[in-house]
């Protein structure tokens, strides 16, 4: 039953994880073709200044919730799961408008150390802006994920932004036909989805019965919720800094034409871990049920996890290993320049792919610290890299950084799940295992 769950709710995930993805290549194709590299790196750069903030205003309820909400519901303590939902969703107001009040304060900061011009402070200012409508509907949606509501968190987390987003844009550009339209579009295509997530969980949580199980645990008091959500919040912030520092020591050492470049490229790369991230999307709630009722289930669930996302994966590393040129040539001439940060950032991502659920997994295992220590060691070393190889080497330089470091903390992750529960992640078995787990993916074994 759990691996025929696995493959029938990251099958639906996967598939919107893929329109997601071509409808961000065709975002940034768009951007590419209407405002060229600058327009590109433009909203490449306020699109990190957003996911980065949007961590702070979150306060790690973003991941906790997803575990919180899958916990109660197997346990059928729903009047403990719409607690819990109620008084993170307070902490997220709150410190979501501290944090916009913040970066809109320190906008003339992020203008002068990340843009071309002083002119787009008001850009800046408004990304400030969007981190509550972020936040909320982040929340929300990770709510339905707990929830196994696969569709809608999908619909909302992956497709819509840029598909409703790429079309308020043309809308904005026959208007205001400059760089920043693609902002304006952002921030309406967020404010629809805050409401929207509010709309759909509502609607859900009412079909959850008004009381509680006799096993039912009980709820836990805010100390106890804020102690493993920050540890949740840090491991978030570390690993969103870890993944944009080189989009934004990019911005602060070149120009935006370089940050647009390399973005696309990266965007390209992280195809290799689509369907890691898809297969994440189910089998997350589903690490917090099996790991202390049934260790056996839990090693099977690892173990193909891992060996899906790689066989999936190891093909289109070929495919830009062997065609990168044509591939970022569809984006215009001026993209090829990405070619070999493109190549170096997919075997980064490859080899994420191999290792499986690493910081996804110790989260919902209830190593939160363990997790916090190794994205600490990952992220210095990142930064100190890109510090040294940008001004050196220019986009290849930051792909090398980021490259080494994502190997670097997957390593780290893999040796320490190893020490707490005896195995490896990584899909290595004997061959006649192989056919062992497509069995246990497609069979309807219980």
């Known amino acids: 039953m759990h691996f025929r769950e ?60 997803v575990k919180y909400l899958a916990e109660s519901a197997s346990r059928r303590s729903y009047l403990r799961m719409r607690s819990i939902y109620r008084y993170g969703l307070r902490i997220i107001l709150m410190s979501a408008s501290a944090v916009a009040l913040v970066v809109i304060a320190l906008s003339g900061y992020f203008t002068d150390w990340f843009y071309d011009t002083v002119e787009q402070n008001y850009v800046v200012m408004a990304i400030g802006l969007l981190v509550i409508p972020y936040s909320l509907m982040s929340y929300n949606s ?63 949580l009412k079909t959850y019965p008004n ?37 934004l020591m990019l911005g602060a050492f070149s120009d935006d034409a370089a940050v647009g470049i390399y973005n696309v490229a990266l ?83 490859l080899f994420a792919a191999f290792s499986g659920s690493t910081v996804i997994l110790m989260n919902m295992t209830g190593k939160e610290k363990i997790v916090l220590y190794v994205l600490l060691v990952s992220v210095l070393i990142n930064f100190v890299l890109n510090y040294v190889l940008i001004p050196v080497m220019g986009i290849n330089g930051a792909a090398y950084a980021t490259a080494f470091s994502t190997v670097l903390l997957n390593l780290l992750a893999v040796i320490n799940i190893y020490q707490y529960t005896g195995f490896l992640t990584y899909p290595i078995f004997p061959l006649g295992q192989i056919k062992h787990y497509l069995k246990l993916v497609f069979s309807k074994e219980k």
């Open 267 to 349: 965007k390209i790369a992280a195809l290799n871990s689509i369907v890691l991230i898809a297969v994440n999307s189910i089998a997350m709630p589903k690490y917090a049920e099996l790991f202390k009722v049934n260790k056996v289930r839990f090693k099977q669930l690892v173990k193909a996890v891992s060996f899906i996302s790689f066989l999936a994966s190891a093909p289109v590393f070929i495919l830009i290993l062997v065609f990168p040129e044509f591939i970022l040539g569809l984006f215009g001439a001026e993209f090829q320049a990405g070619n070999q940060a493109m190549i170096v950032l997919s075997f980064g991502q």
């Open 211 to 247: 009381h509680d199980s006799h096993y039912s645990p009980k709820i836990p008091k805010p100390g106890k919720i804020i102690s493993t959500t920050l540890p949740m919040m840090m491991t978030n912030s570390l690993f969103l800094v870890m993944n944009w520092t080189d989009v």
């Open 142 to 204: 990770e709510s339905l994920k707990g929830l196994k509501k696969i569709l809608p968190f999908s619909i909302h987390q992956n497709v819509t932004i840029y598909f409703g987003g790429l079309i308020i844009l043309f809308i904005v550009n026959a208007f205001y036909g400059q760089k920043e339209a693609a902002i304006i579009a952002l921030g309406i295509i967020l404010i629809i989805l805050m409401a929207s997530s509010f709309f759909t969980l509502k609607s859900f």
């Open 6 to 65: 696995l493959f029938r709710g990251s099958s639906i995930a996967f598939v919107f994880r893929l329109l997601s993805a071509v409808a961000s290549y065709v975002f940034f194709f768009v951007l590419a073709q209407l405002y060229g590299a600058d327009g590109v790196g433009v909203f490449a750069t306020s699109w990190t200044i957003l996911m980065i903030s949007s961590v702070v205003g979150k306060m790690g309820f973003d991941t906790s919730i």
